[in-house]
């Protein structure tokens, strides 16, 4: 199995996926969170209901979102969660304001019980997007200084430099642009908003895919040193055939793990467990083919000197 002799076409399918991933941003944007944009989440169980006691023609959502306004002066979107649960978003409200209000209905539906109330202001949202980025920025430095560090003693002409900086291209330039592209094609359509949540799918998946990656990069430091720096398209070609069914296995392990629970997880974590889904996917498929080329086209150059 020649994998790297097809590398034109892996890093082909790759730049296509990678440029219209781009495309999705800069036309679709991100739908931030009130963790990012600031503002109010609240969820509501609603049980009992007496349609006759609704105004005519009113439905619950209808109901909620008139009586928020007229009791906090803020517009406020309404979301079915299952039978009898709904999802509030708005801008800030205070304790009080929210309290005044889930008062001033009971009136009409006496049996609503608040499930979660989350309030964010603006300032603190801008916070959380700075420090946000600046974990994705310290992650993906750590990674590069860790694999400098540990593929060290790899022969020349190869470098430790340049087993870390391949990795992090492939994170980087392949797995998280891809990944914010679909999360922006989400957030348009069906609503998914980049929160905290979605920083933290991000970070899991620098973590998964860099494993994956080293296990491949170390059977090719092994296959080095044991039988040294020439003809190293076959040794690396070879380490990649070494452990493809290994970390395919136990990526889908995995991804049968998240398939459940994205399935069956409920609305709070659907996006989330996708998110981690499609990572899972992207992580794998850049650790064999395109991390792996990317090494290869580093050692030519470094060669040619």
Do not use: C
């Not at 979107?77 to 801008?91: H, W």
């Not at 309030?119 to 990674?143: D, H, N, Q, W, Y």
């Amino acid at each position: 199995m020649n994998i790297l002799g097809a590398r034109k076409i892996w890093l082909t399918i790759s730049a296509v996926l990678v440029a219209v991933s781009i495309a999705a941003m800069a036309v679709y944007g991100f739908r931030p969170g009130i963790d990012f944009a600031g503002g109010t989440l609240l969820e509501v169980r609603i049980d009992n209901v007496d349609q006759s006691k609704l105004p005519a023609g009113t439905s619950i959502e209808s109901y909620l979102t008139e009586t928020y306004k007229s009791s906090t002066g803020q517009e406020m979107v309404a979301q079915k969660e299952g039978e009898n649960q709904f999802l509030l978003r708005s801008k800030s409200v205070t304790n009080e304001q929210k309290n005044a209000w889930i008062e001033s209905i009971k009136t009409v539906l006496p049996q609503v019980t608040e499930l979660r109330f989350e309030s964010v202001s603006p300032t603190l949202g801008g916070e959380v997007v700075r420090k946000a980025v600046l974990a994705v920025i310290v992650a993906m430095l750590a990674i590069l200084l860790y694999l400098a560090y540990a593929f060290r003693r790899v022969p020349k002409p190869t470098s430790s430099w340049q087993f870390g900086a391949a990795a992090v291209i492939a994170l980087l330039a392949h797995d998280v642009i891809i990944l914010l592209g679909v999360y922006s094609v989400m957030g348009h359509f069906w609503g998914a908003e980049a929160d905290s949540m979605f920083i933290t799918a991000l970070l899991t998946l620098l973590g998964f895919s860099v494993h994956d990656t080293i296990v491949t990069f170390d059977r090719l430091r092994e296959n080095l040193l044991k039988r040294g720096p020439s003809d190293f398209e076959k040794k690396m070609n070879d380490s990649i055939v070494e452990t493809v069914t290994r970390s395919i296995n136990t990526s889908f392990t995995v991804a049968l793990v998240l398939g459940a629970m994205v399935l069956m997880g409920g609305s709070t974590i659907f996006f989330f467990t996708l998110s981690l889904l499609i990572g899972i996917i992207l992580g794998t498929y850049s650790s064999i083919f395109v991390a792996s080329p990317l090494l290869l086209m580093w050692y030519r150059m470094s060669e040619k000197k």
